[in-house]
C-alpha cells in the first residue's frame, strides 16, 4: 500500500527507512564492545547481522538449509540451524 500510494503522489518509495528498536542491557553492551573491537558503528554490526538473516534466507529457499563455519571445507564444525526458520523434518 505504502509504494502505490507514493506512485499516487508521484513520489519515489525512499532509498533508506530509519528504525528505532529497544535492545536488553547485555545485548546493549555486546554491541557497543563488538562495534568498538571491530572499529565500526554499532548500527553496522546490525547491519552485519540483517545481512546474515538475509542470507540465510535466501539460502534457505533455494534448498541450501545450513549456515556453517569450518576450518576444513571437508569437515563442518560449527552449523547454525532455524536462523530463519527451522528446516522441515524429512520422514523416515
Do not use: C, H
Amino acid at each position: 500500500m505504502f509504494k502505490v500510494l507514493l506512485e499516487i503522489i508521484g513520489k519515489r518509495k525512499p532509498e533508506k527507512v530509519r528504525w528505532t528498536m529497544t535492545l536488553s542491557a547485555d545485548i546493549s553492551e555486546w554491541l557497543e564492545r563488538t562495534a568498538r573491537e571491530e572499529g565500526v558503528q554499532p548500527k553496522d554490526i546490525i547491519r552485519r547481522g540483517l545481512s546474515a538473516v538475509k542470507l540465510a534466507q535466501e539460502q534457505r529457499e533455494a534448498g541450501r538449509p545450513y549456515i556453517g563455519f569450518v576450518n576444513d571445507p571437508a569437515k563442518l564444525d560449527l552449523q547454525f540451524v532455524g536462523l530463519v526458520n527451522a528446516p522441515e523434518k524429512k520422514a523416515a
